[in-house]
């Protein structure tokens, strides 16, 4: 049985406490945030990482390909294993190559779907049945800005995140009456730990540095948002209390596009 109450139930002082969680990508970055603002507000959480390098160590943890056939069941056997159940699915995974459209291979347009609407995608269709025989869940899916204020050199980038935008909509009406919401949270530019070393480093390359001060300029709080701010939305849209919020994008970007 799903960790989430009815409707008729007290449930505003709970946080995620007794709650699941599955983070992909939840190791670095964004995800990590997100990793630790949901095991601060009490779920248990399981991490999957491409690799162990990138998972550090972390326990309960997977590590794989979701883009790959047959990983995401994997990961759904691994969470059963380590957590009994799973509450929330946020489908942090992703990662793409940023560069003028014309100057794409087929590599790196395979690699920038893949990794992000594939990834998505699978982790889905493996948990949904999961949820729907528990009577309920959380899908929060990590979109991107850009998808919206079209940021330089993200038209295949958007292709991706777009699709895990839409994917959203069509789940979200279709699962709703089996008591699971779907929501998509999209960040703009975010200066995650990584990101800011190579900024400070000087590491990054020319072109991107033009995309990052072009990211900025489009928004009005004159930053980049910071993990924890992205963690924050996801938290609230995992939380009991939240179940009425469905088939949303949630925009987390100091007001680079608004309404």
């Keep these: 049985m799903s960790g989430y109450q009815g409707p008729g139930t007290d449930i505003r002082s709970r946080g995620l406490a007794g709650l699941t969680a599955v983070v992909t990508g939840g190791a670095t970055g964004i995800g990590l945030a997100i990793t630790e603002r949901l095991l601060a507000d009490g779920a248990q959480v399981l991490v999957a990482a491409r690799s162990e390098e990138e998972l550090g160590g972390r326990s309960p943890g997977f590590v794989g390909d979701l883009a790959a056939p047959g990983t995401a069941d994997a ?120 990101l800011a070393a190579a900024i400070d480093a000087g590491a990054i390359p020319p072109r991107l540095g033009v995309v990052l001060d072009d990211a900025v300029g489009l928004i009005p709080m004159g930053r980049g948002a910071q993990p924890d701010e992205v963690a924050a939305v996801v938290a609230f849209l995992a939380r009991p209390d939240a179940r009425f919020v469905t088939g949303q994008t949630i925009s987390v970007n100091g007001g680079s596009s608004m309404g």
């Design 75 to 194: 990961l759904l056997g691994a969470a059963l294993e380590a957590l009994g159940g799973v509450d929330v699915l946020v489908n942090n995974a992703g990662g793409g190559v940023i560069r003028p459209t014309l100057e794409h291979t087929e590599e790196t347009l395979r690699s920038t779907i893949d990794n992000n609407l594939w990834t998505t995608l699978r982790c889905c269709l493996a948990v949904l049945p999961h949820m729907v025989e528990r009577g309920g869940g959380r899908i929060i899916n990590i979109g991107a800005e850009s998808v919206r204020n079209g940021l330089t050199d993200h038209a295949v980038y958007n292709a991706a995140k777009g699709g895990v935008h839409a994917l959203a909509v069509g789940l979200a009406r279709e699962f709703a009456r089996a008591g699971i919401t779907v929501n998509t949270v999209a960040p703009s530019y975010t200066r995650t730990p990584e």
